[in-house]
């Protein structure tokens, strides 16, 4: 009895942290969330307005199509709202107190929590309009692969979100974290992993890439699951490909496959976790 | 002074604006009734074999053949199921040619046989541009895309059994010079045909609005008026209408009657064969889960209201 009275009371300060964070991040989250819905509405509804914009031939298809912005809303949303965590307690000094009144582990577990719940509800939000869509065009029953999907995305937010969270923990301030976060999701990424395709071809698996892992909440729906997953196309020039033109070829690797994107989204969750924690500690020291 | 002016003004404007609208109003009805309009809507129609009995339809309909030469999949297991998705549509004019290709050929030669048969009609003199001009008829019409999935009594497989097309044809009319220009274009490519294994067969109209009814025909709105104008046209003999059905009095091993109602998006509802008596032999029913969707988004909205409801009550409450 009076261990688990202990324990509420540890959990106590975490719990008031993440109400805290809910009602600080609420304008941000009203903002993506009313982002969220109006492309997932104008995607998936005013679009199909137009009589000759074809609907996509599966209810899976469409799932995919739909989910090609998913990215993007998450990597917005995982920076905006996890680049402040550890950096902004140090900004406002906050970091520095000696003898604070909650421990600042709780305090930034709390703040995380918080902020994740919300991401997490907006990826939720995206996912439900998508489904209900799928349903209105296709009928029942809904596709499985959305709720793999769905299982994936979270899972991938997570990983952004350690990631971003490792980036505050040694950044000095909030805008920083942002800016060099986005700038690394949204093109360092894609820009390192262009050139590895460059050299290495099918040899090398960009599986280092978070971007890359990210391929996988739409690859999962892919009817069958892409096999081979790396692709080569071929541009003819003049003559076909044996005239003056010559030709080049272009490779991408489509996704990861499913065993190996989820343990490495796990893997890359844990690390960056325990890298943030280590200098957070050192931080304060 | 000011006053009266602006009072004017407001009158004025008000006057043209009603004016407008009674104008829409008494001739939206009018150019409706004169123009056929296509009622297509994006979306999925899942039709249930409700009714099969086999063996009357082998004593009435065919000894040998069973629902699956008129409907693909499993249609001679009661409760097999097939879906149809509505991806798009596009309205555009056909000439005779796109007729010959679009509706004959698809329904007479398996695609195998079209590409060899449309290139040695090409070496006999007969193209897109010949047969065109020989044949100046024009057609417009809702060119519709969709998915179709087989009956098939287990789930549905995720990709979509084939890719079909719909075809809206504006005016009923059309129907009879279609089929006019295609007897006299066939009757010349038979004789130049003579020698190959092609022949294009020659159809009378119940032949080919039964063909049609089979294989993507959708109608327009009014529904009961454009039926009756097509069969008038046609001049059908076995054919009839009664109101959104289309009514076909055929004869197999008996005599017996096949039923195709249409819906509001003018696309089959239901499909229906009886023998002499009004037994049912077979019937395919279609439904769709839209209620569903509508249900859901009223529950939503009536949770979002009692929320924000809540919230209102919450904050105007004062704190004891």
Not at chain 1, 238 to 257: A, L, M, N, R
């Amino acid at each position: 009895m009076e261990k688990r009275t202990y324990s509420l009371t540890a959990i106590k300060p975490v719990l008031y942290t993440v109400v805290f964070e809910l009602k600080k991040q609420k304008k941000k989250f009203y903002f993506f969330l009313a982002i969220t819905i109006l492309i997932g509405f104008l995607l998936g509804y005013i679009l199909q307005l137009i009589p000759s914009s074809l609907l996509a031939d599966t209810q899976t298809e469409f799932f995919n199509t739909g989910l090609q912005f998913i990215s993007f809303i998450t990597l917005f949303a995982a920076c905006l709202f996890f680049s402040g965590i550890i950096c902004s307690e140090f900004n406002k000094k906050t970091g520095a107190i000696v003898f604070p009144k909650i421990n600042k582990y709780k305090l930034i577990v709390g703040k995380y929590l918080g902020n994740l719940i919300l991401v997490m509800a907006i990826i939720t939000v995206y996912y439900f309009l998508l489904g209900i869509l799928g349903f209105y065009y296709y009928a029942g029953p809904i596709s499985p692969k959305l709720f793999y999907s769905y299982g994936i995305a979270l899972l991938y937010v997570i990983a952004l979100s350690s990631f971003v969270t490792f980036f505050s923990s040694f950044m000095r301030s909030v805008n920083i974290t942002i800016i060099s976060t986005l700038i690394i999701l949204l093109m360092g990424f894609s820009i390192v992993d262009q050139i590895v395709v460059l050299i290495f071809a099918g040899d090398f698996e960009p599986l280092y890439s978070l971007s890359y892992l990210g391929s996988l909440i739409t690859g999962i729906l892919n009817t069958p699951f892409p096999d081979p997953r790396y692709v080569e196309f071929t541009f003819g020039g003049e003559g076909g490909g044996f005239g003056p033109g010559g030709h080049f070829t272009f490779g991408q690797w489509i996704t990861p496959s499913i065993g190996m994107g989820i343990t490495l989204l796990v893997v890359n969750i844990v690390v960056f976790f325990i890298l943030a924690a280590f200098l957070f500690k050192r931080r304060q020291l | 002074m000011i006053y009266i002016k602006n009072k004017t003004k407001t009158s004025l404007l008000s006057l043209i604006l009603l004016g407008m609208i009674m104008c829409g109003v008494l001739f939206t009805p009018a150019l409706a009734s004169s123009n056929y309009q296509s009622t297509l809507v994006k979306g999925t129609d899942i039709f249930t074999v409700s009714e099969y009995n086999d063996a009357v339809w082998k004593t009435t309909v065919n000894n040998s053949t069973n629902p699956s030469n008129w409907f693909e999949g499993e249609t001679n297991i009661t409760g097999a199921k097939s879906k149809i998705t509505m991806k798009g549509w596009r309205d555009t004019t056909w000439e005779i040619y796109d007729v010959l290709t679009g509706i004959f050929m698809t329904e007479f030669f398996s695609l195998e046989e079209i590409y060899p048969l449309l290139a040695l009609m090409n070496n006999l003199g007969y193209n897109e541009t010949t047969i065109n001009a020989n044949y100046t008829n024009n057609y417009k019409i809702s060119y519709g895309v969709r998915s179709v999935w087989n009956f098939t009594s287990s789930d549905y497989p995720d990709e979509q059994s084939y890719i079909d097309g719909i075809k809206v044809f504006k005016n009923p009319l059309d129907f009879k010079s279609m089929l006019d220009d295609y007897s006299n274009l066939s009757a010349e490519l038979n004789e130049k045909l003579f020698f190959t294994p092609y022949s294009f067969p020659s159809l009378n109209a119940d032949e080919f609005l039964w063909n049609l009814a089979l294989n993507g025909l959708a109608i327009a709105k009014p529904q009961s008026e454009y039926l009756e104008d097509l069969i008038d046209e046609l001049g059908c003999e076995n054919v009839t209408s009664s109101g959104s059905t289309l009514i076909f009095e055929r004869y197999g091993e008996t005599e017996y009657t096949v039923e195709i109602l249409y819906g509001n998006e003018g696309t089959i509802s239901s499909f229906l064969v009886k023998d002499v008596d009004d037994n049912i032999i077979f019937r395919i029913v279609s439904t769709n889960s839209e209620w569903i969707f509508y249900i859901t988004l009223i529950v939503l909205a009536v949770c979002g209201v009692v929320l924000v409801a809540y919230i209102i009550v919450k904050k105007r409450k004062p704190k004891i």
